[in-house]
Every structure is written in structure tokens, then in C-alpha cells.
T-cell receptor, first 115, second 111 residues
Framework: GDSVTQMEGPVTLSEEAFLTINCTYTATGYPSLFWYVQYPGEGLQLLLKATKADDKGSNKGFEATYRKETTSFHLEKGSVQVSDSAVYFCALANAGGTSYGKLTFGQGTILTVHP | ETGVTQSPTHLIKTRGQQVTLRCSSQSGHNTVSWYQQALGQGPQFIFQYYREEENGRGNFPPRFSGLQFPNYSSELNVNALELDDSALYLC??????????FGPGTRLTVL
């Protein structure tokens, strides 16, 4: 079945540092890929998405490129802020199965940014 | 444009009881999906409703059931609650296969 794997362990950075959160996936067909962000005590917010190979999703300074050859969708930001501290989830949606639009999530990566 | 709303915000139940959670979808959306998020984990897909019919189901037992109404709002019902059902329950709405937008969730605690 479909699966998403995110880099393990929390990430701690200083403000203005460069951020990379790795995400790889296993899926049949041609899934759409997403990054969601969850702030403490809240639901998930869609951060960015890409629907086909080589697409780049971007929002609020965050970027991720859909790499079919490496089955990856790594999240990057050039200069993080304290307000970016949150949990980041990589997810895929595969219309090839019976659950059209079902999201499969990774385990999440906790990001903490210090001033 | 109104976003996805869920009620109640928090709920405490005891084992064996039944619970109903509610979700109002975002304006213009016709599809509702429900997810269970255990503490420290990613959300797990429960089921999805499209045009009032179940449109796919994850690996959850039949005591998890749902409804979608003509206005596209939805309910999640859980019977015979177990301690492991304690989690954040998230509702997401979308227009057919477009990106899903999540509500703030309902925190269910089973004692």
C-alpha cells in the first residue's frame, strides 16, 4: 500500500537558518503530494502541494519539488522564523485506489526555531 | 468564505459509551473525510463521504460509522468506546479530488 516516510527526530534551528525536512514516498500510480503544518492545539493547515512530477509547490517561503525518480518531496525554507515552529506532515493522495483523495500521512516532524 | 468547523472542541466519555462528532464543510466543498490522530502520530484515514455515500474506508472497525447530509455537513459516530479511541478527530473537506482543508479537530478522551 501507499506510505510516506519523514526524517526522524525533532529539528531544532536558530532563526534565519536553512531548513530541510526530508520526505520519501511509496505509491502506485501518480499521487499528488502535500505538506501540511500543525501548530500547537490546532488542526492541519495546507502549506503547499504538487500534483505531477517536477512540479514545485511554494508558499510563505517554503518550497518542495515533486521528484518522481527519487520518490521524494523534501520541504525547504531559506530562512526560518520563530513563528515557523510547528509540526510538519508530508502526505500523498492517490486516486488510483478505492478511496479517491484519501490522504496518507507521514509521522510528522517537530520543528523548533530559537531566536 | 467559511472554513471547516467541528463540534464539540473537547469531549470526555467513558468506555462503552457512544459519541457523535460533527463537521461543517467549507463553502463549495462536496466531499468530507475523517481522520484519527493519536498523540504524536500522523492522522489516519477513517472514511470519506461524497454525495452522501461512503466513498472509501480505512482500517477501522464497523463501530466507526458516519453520515453526510444534503448540505455536505457530516457526522462521525463511534460506538462502544475503547480507551484507544482517545485521539484528535479531524474532519477535512474538499471539492471532489482537490486538496483537503482541515477543521480544528475534536479532542476525544475516553476514561
Amino acid at each position: 500500500g501507499d506510505s510516506v516516510t519523514q526524517m526522524e527526530g525533532p529539528v531544532t534551528l536558530s532563526e534565519e537558518a536553512f531548513l530541510t525536512i526530508n520526505c520519501t514516498y511509496t505509491a502506485t500510480g501518480y499521487p499528488s503530494l502535500f505538506w501540511y503544518v500543525q501548530y500547537p492545539g490546532e488542526g492541519l493547515q495546507l502549506l503547499l502541494k504538487a500534483t505531477k512530477a517536477d512540479d514545485k509547490g511554494s508558499n510563505k517561503g517554503f518550497e518542495a519539488t515533486y521528484r518522481k525518480e527519487t520518490t521524494s518531496f523534501h520541504l525547504e525554507k531559506g530562512s526560518v522564523q520563530v513563528s515557523d515552529s510547528a509540526v510538519y506532515f508530508c502526505a500523498l493522495a492517490n486516486a488510483g485506489g478505492t478511496s479517491y483523495g484519501k490522504l496518507t500521512f507521514g509521522q510528522g516532524t517537530i520543528l523548533t526555531v530559537h531566536p | 468564505e467559511t472554513g471547516v468547523t467541528q463540534s464539540p472542541t473537547h469531549l470526555i466519555k467513558t468506555r462503552g459509551q457512544q459519541v457523535t462528532l460533527r463537521c461543517s464543510s467549507q463553502s463549495g466543498h462536496n466531499t468530507v473525510s475523517w481522520y484519527q490522530q493519536a498523540l504524536g502520530q500522523g492522522p489516519q484515514f477513517i472514511f470519506q463521504y461524497y454525495r452522501e455515500e461512503e466513498n472509501g474506508r480505512g482500517n477501522f472497525p464497523p463501530r466507526f460509522s458516519g453520515l453526510q447530509f444534503p448540505n455536505y455537513s457530516s457526522e462521525l459516530n463511534v460506538n462502544a468506546l475503547e480507551l484507544d479511541d482517545s485521539a484528535l478527530y479531524l474532519c477535512a473537506s474538499s471539492f471532489t479530488s482537490s486538496a483537503q482543508y482541515f477543521g480544528p479537530g475534536t479532542r476525544l478522551t475516553v476514561l
